[in-house]
């Protein structure tokens, strides 16, 4: 079993920024690529940012030049710097884990899902 656990969402106004986190612990043996996503109201659910166990990253269009994902490895956390962020960010950011575990030569992988994090951009 893995888990994930999100922090940092919250309300911010138009330009500020926010540092959301994903931790994710359990069954672990590798991490192949964590990401977040997001969901506003009525919409379907999009990738904002994905960043592979190589450090290979990439963008929504949207969020490009303004958001940016890292990792830590050691720790098996991932993190989405949002800046200058816009009433269009508003939306619950899920955060994507994609990974293998190991039992003695047995491997399987698995890809995982947090609860969400609100993130809510306001005057």
């Known amino acids: 079993q893995v888990q994930l656990v999100e922090s940092g969402g919250g309300l911010v106004q138009p330009g500020g920024s926010l540092r959301l986190s994903c931790a994710a612990s359990g069954s672990i043996f590798s991490i192949n690529a964590m990401g977040w996503f997001r969901q506003a109201p009525g919409k379907q659910r999009e990738l904002v940012a994905r960043i592979t166990s190589g450090g290979t990253t990439n963008y929504a269009d949207s969020v490009k030049d303004r958001f940016t994902i890292s990792r830590d490895n050691a720790k098996n956390t991932a993190y989405l710097q949002m800046n200058s962020l816009k009433p269009e960010d508003t939306a619950v950011y899920y955060c994507?884990?994609?990974?293998?575990?190991?039992?003695?030569?047995?491997?399987?992988?698995?890809?995982?899902w947090g609860q969400g994090t609100q993130v809510t951009v306001s005057s």
């Open positions: 994507n884990v994609e990974g293998l575990s190991r039992s003695g030569s047995y491997y399987s992988s698995w890809d995982t």
